[in-house]
C-alpha cells in the first residue's frame, strides 16, 4: 500500500488513481504545454505506466499457478465454475436485452448448469436502444472525429438486430460473457485498476487464469472427443446446447466451431497485456475524438 500524493489516501500499489480524490497519477506535476512519461504509485514509489515489472509478473504468475491448481482438482473446480455458469447466463441475459427480449438467468439445478428464459421481442424496447444510438449520433454530428466510433458500431449493431444473425450473439455471448470479464479480471491484476486492497490483484489474475483454462478446456473437449461430445448432447436433457444450435445455424461440424472458439480463448489475455500496456494512449485518443464541439 502506498500514499496518494494529493490526499494522502491510502491506496493500493499498482493503482493508476486515487479512489478519494480521483486524481491520474500520471498527470501529476505535468508542465503546461508538454507532456510527461506516463506514470502510476507502486509499492517502490514511481514508475512508468504499463512497465511489466517484477511486482507485476509475480501476480500474473501466482494467479495462473492458482488458477492451473484448482483446474485439476474436482471440487473446487465445481465450486468456482458456477461462477463461470453465472456469467454465462448473464451474458445470454444481457444479449437478448441489448436485443429487445425480456430476459431472465437462472441456475438449472435439476440437469446441472444453468438457463436463460427469453420471452419474445418487444419492439419498443427495441426502438428506444435505436432511439439511444440516433440521440448519440446526433449529440456528436458536429465532432466528425467522433463519426466513426459510433457510425460503425451503430450500423454494425442495426445489422445485427434487423437480421437473425444477433440470434447467434445471443447464443454465443453465453461463452462470450464469460471470456470478457475474465478479460476485465485479468486487466485489473495487471494494472491495478479499481482494487482497493493489495491482496486482489493476485484474486484477479486467479479468477481472469481459471475461467479462460475453463473455457479453454471446454472447448478443447468437444472438439477433440466424440465421447464428449455425445455427452455434450446430453447434458441438458436433450434441449441443443449452445455449440449445436451455433453449428446448425452455421452449417458447420460441431467439432469445428469448438475449435473455432478455442482459438478464441487466449484472446482476453492478449487484448489485457496489450491495453495495460497502452492505456493511457488508448485514453488519450478517445478523449480526443469524443471531445464535444458545442454549436
Keep these: 500500500m502506498v500514499n ?3 490526499c494522502a489516501f491510502e491506496c493500493a500499489a499498482g493503482g493508476l488513481e486515487c479512489p478519494r480524490c480521483g486524481v491520474i497519477f ?3 506535476d505535468e508542465p503546461a504545454g508538454r507532456e510527461t512519461p506516463r506514470v502510476i504509485v507502486t509499492a517502490d514509489g514511481w514508475a512508468e505506466a504499463g512497465r511489466f515489472d517484477g511486482a507485476v509478473g509475480k501476480t500474473m504468475i501466482t494467479g495462473a499457478i492458482l488458477a492451473a491448481v484448482v483446474t485439476v482438482l474436482p471440487f473446487p473446480r465445481f465450486v468456482i465454475g458456477y461462477m463461470g455458469t453465472l456469467l454465462h447466463e448473464f451474458g445470454h441475459a444481457a444479449a437478448a436485452w441489448a436485443f429487445g427480449y425480456p430476459a431472465i438467468p437462472a441456475f438449472n439445478f435439476q440437469h ?3 438457463v436463460t428464459s427469453i420471452d419474445d421481442r418487444l419492439w419498443p424496447l427495441m426502438l428506444l436502444w435505436i432511439g439511444g444510438l440516433m440521440w448519440l449520433l446526433w449529440r456528436y454530428r458536429t465532432h466528425r472525429p467522433a463519426w466513426p ?5 451503430s450500423a454494425l449493431y442495426l445489422a445485427l438486430a434487423l437480421t437473425r444473425v444477433h440470434e447467434i450473439v445471443i ?6 460473457m464469460v471470456l470478457t470479464i475474465a478479460g476485465v479480471f485479468l486487466y485489473r491484476a495487471l494494472s491495478g485498476s479499481a482494487v482497493k486492497v493489495a491482496a ?6 486467479f479468477l481472469g487464469f481459471f475461467l479462460v483454462l475453463d473455457e479453454m478446456l471446454f472447448a478443447w473437449g468437444l472438439t477433440t472427443s466424440l465421447e464428449r461430445r455425445i455427452e455434450y448432447g446430453l447434458e441438458l436433457n436433450g434441449i441443443p446446447g449452445d455449440w449445436m444450435r451455433i453449428a446448425d445455424r452455421l452449417s458447420m ?3 469445428s466451431a469448438t475449435g473455432a472458439y478455442l482459438m478464441l480463448t487466449p484472446v482476453p489475455l492478449a487484448l489485457a497485456l496489450l491495453f495495460f500496456r497502452y492505456r493511457e494512449r488508448i ?3 478517445l478523449s480526443r475524438q469524443l471531445r464535444l464541439t458545442v454549436t
Design 200 to 205: 486482489e490483484r493476485p484474486l484477479y489474475a
Design 283 to 285: 485514453f488519450d485518443s
Design 149 to 153: 466510433l459510433l457510425a460503425i458500431p
Design 4 to 6: 496518494c500524493p494529493k
Design 171 to 176: 447464443t454465443f455471448m453465453g461463452h462470450g
Design 112 to 114: 446441472g448448469g444453468g
Design 26 to 28: 500520471s498527470r501529476l
Design 253 to 255: 461440424e460441431l467439432a
